[in-house]
């Protein structure tokens, strides 16, 4: 399809655009305005919503308009009479002549039916549709139209649909009466978009010119096709969200913490801050999503979240013990003393009377949490760390643990991921879940990203020697444990081997070992090189850590690629990540190479991953949308987003006052 560049003109903008509301109204309040005969067409069609079938465009059109002069590539519909009618065996040849013209034109039929005598009887008169070829010789010009139609209508653009429902015709006639001004003005779209979605299903010639230019819908028709698809899948995600009292109001002087630290918050982390503040102090229980890149400083908001929380309770899950443990560690050394912290894992032995004895105020634990018996009257905010990492299953059973069930008040929930998504998603997230970015590092990283191959090998050798002798540490991560021969690179076990004999204090773990969590523990404290798989993606700091070397990274995610370079220059060390492949001209590892920002990764990645099914959960990447591109129409989407919350907010006022 050859498109154009579209830009809405501004001589309307989103109604009371400058108020912003997340008050439970969507399209389904202007739905209900909707006649009962309305509905039961859309029903007839196999569609629930108006917008539903706006977004369900025609497949092409049938041009039956009369045709005005007859020269060559003129399209439409004719009335003729039948002079002559002459049939061969490959081709039958009828001339006719145009009564509204005063011409004679040729109708060609190859491979006749025998049909086609009583169907073009002599002296009938009819009407044909097609297209008119010219042919001038001797200074004689001939008219001529192939394989006509005979039609009964004249005068009109007829839609094509593919459907299953009924006959197309019969779907146009129904969609063309039911996408009409009164109708579309239910939803307030914006005045270019409703007439646009009209034309295209209620074409005139001007509307039809276009569409040929373009080769299909193109122009402020296929922004409009963007607009209204967006517009209806933000609504329905907004349907989708249900929001619960909550257990607890929690107005905790986290400030002090803050203000203790000795260290400044970065301007991005004070700003999340007060949004989660302002969360835990209502009568509704939150519940946000915080996403940040990877050193971001996430912990620090953790911990001025549980101070938000206290003297009520608190409680964050993370998904290894590697990870628990080093957020414990985070929590005793910068949470006040009168703080009392407890670490859960599979190995843990305390006792801690139901997990929530009188002197435990902040318990950090593993899945580990979801098989305790805990007590959670008094437990107001429940986070999880990594939250990608937890199936839905899982992070609505720690939810379920500390509800309320007599009275169905739910405890605050935070969840935390330092994989960023695009813009784009993160709005259509948050019509789901609150959101808050962490769009700042408190200091830059400098990482240098390089993609070699076999024959650079020596210089990467010599690298990591230099940094080795430097004191700094080093991680190859290998695409798998076992030699295999459906990969083209070598193992773990493989690699063991050269590694060992050239260097000193080497660690291997495959990730699936028992003894992973302490082998990385010990490479954090006394190695040089570590051999791994991607178990070391989650955020585990390792501040020595400068270099990492990732072998087959055409076949992990750029958001795995992004979260294994961000374990290098985590407190400001030089850091660098070499992407050793077989396919050095992938233009998606150049891609990822040139940019260090995870949202831009992320934007990246949905260019070639595409978005996934936000509605259905059904699938997590694949082609979800018609006619929008989350990764190329960031505009239309803020637009759309911008017109549903001030509609909302609209549809507020029109119901109170």
Known sequence: MKSMPYTPHNSKSAPNSNIESSAPADTQNAAKNLTQDTTKSLAKLGFSHLLELAIHAPSGYTNNMPIRELKNGAQGALRIRVCHLAMFPKVCKIQAYALDLDEYIDLVFFHPKPYLKKSFALDSTLIVQGSIQQESAFSITRYTMIQPKITQIIGKILPKFKTTKCPSP??????????????????????????????????????????????????????????????????????????????????????????????????????????????????????????????????????????????????????????????????????????????????????????????????????????????????????????????????????????????????????????????????LESKLIDLSIIDELPYPKDITTKIISKSDFKDLLEHIKSEVALGHQVALIYPLVEESQNIEYLSIKEGEGFWKSRFERVYVTSGQDREKESVLEEFAQNGSILLATTLIEVGISLPKLSTIVIIAPERLGLATLHQLRGRVSRNGLKGYCYLYTNHAESSRLKEFATHLSGFDIAQIDLRYRKSGDLLSGKRQSGDQWIWADPSEDEAIFNRANEWHIANREQNIINITF
């Open 170 to 427: 019969l779907f146009a006639s129904i969609a063309s009466s039911l996408i009409t001004r009164e109708n579309l003005a239910t939803f307030d779209l914006p005045s270019e978009v409703a007439e646009s979605i009209i034309d295209i299903f209620n074409p005139n010639e001007a509307f039809l010119s276009a569409y040929i230019e373009y080769g299909g819908f193109g122009g402020r028709w296929l922004y409009a096709l963007k607009f209204v698809e967006i517009f209806y899948h933000i609504s329905m995600l907004a349907k989708k969200r249900h929001d619960f009292e909550a257990k607890f109001i929690c107005n905790g002087d986290y400030q002090r913490f803050v203000d203790s630290l000795p260290f400044t918050l970065t301007g991005a982390q004070q700003r999340v801050c007060r949004e989660i503040a302002h969360d835990l102090s209502q009568k509704k229980a939150a519940k946000r999503l915080i996403m940040g890149d990877v050193g971001c400083g996430k912990t620090m908001i953790i911990l001025a979240s549980v101070m938000m929380a206290y003297p009520q309770k608190s409680l964050l899950m993370a998904p290894t013990t590697v990870l628990a443990r080093q957020l414990y560690e985070q929590a005793k050394l910068y949470l006040p003393k009168h703080i009392n912290i407890a670490l859960i894992s599979s190995d843990s032995k305390q006792n801690l009377n139901g997990l929530f004895a009188q002197s435990v105020d902040f318990i950090i634990g593993t899945q580990a949490l979801l098989y305790r018996d805990i007590q959670g009257e008094r437990l107001a905010l429940v986070m999880s760390d990594e939250q990608h990492r937890f199936g839905t299953k899982q992070r609505h059973q720690l939810e379920k643990l500390a509800s309320d069930g007599a009275n169905a008040k739910k405890p605050h929930i935070l969840q935390f991921s330092a994989t960023p998504i695009p813009r784009t998603m993160a709005m």
